[in-house]
């Protein structure tokens, strides 16, 4: 069966730098979009970052532009977040995603995507 398995969160002061990453098995990586959403208490999950079955196209989120970056090692089937200049705002249960189409572009909504991973915590402190 198809699982993402995600890693690389934690504690960590604002400004500082996290990278998230999702490593997947059960299906052929190399061929579908990838992308990262999260979800804060209290608050409806929320798309983060997209990328391509390729890694040539990406997708960011507002708030996300400009600090965090979605990249892909197809060969090694994961898929990373690098998280920069990190702000008390972006503590959320990130987690990733693998979209329905094959040979997809990013793609933004929550409905589009049929596996996912557990989550990993990101707190950001004051």
């Known amino acids: 069966q198809v699982q993402l398995v995600e890693s690389g969160g934690g504690l960590v002061q604002a400004g500082g730098s996290l990278r998230l990453s999702c490593l997947a098995s059960?299906?052929?990586?190399?061929?579908?979009?990838m992308g990262w959403f999260r979800q804060a208490p209290g608050k409806e999950r929320e798309f983060v970052a997209g990328?391509?079955?390729?890694?040539?196209?990406?997708d960011y989120t507002d708030s996300a532009k400009g600090r965090f970056a979605i990249s892909r090692e197809n060969i090694k089937s994961t898929v990373y977040l690098q998280m920069n200049s990190l702000e008390p705002e972006d503590t959320a249960v990130y987690y990733c995603a693998a979209g329905r189409t094959m040979y997809g572009l990013p793609i933004r909504p929550y409905e589009e995507y049929i596996h996912w991973g557990q989550g990993t915590q990101v707190t950001v402190s004051s």
């Open positions: 059960g299906l052929i990586f190399g061929t579908y979009p």
């Open positions: 990328i391509s079955w390729d890694g040539d196209n990406t």
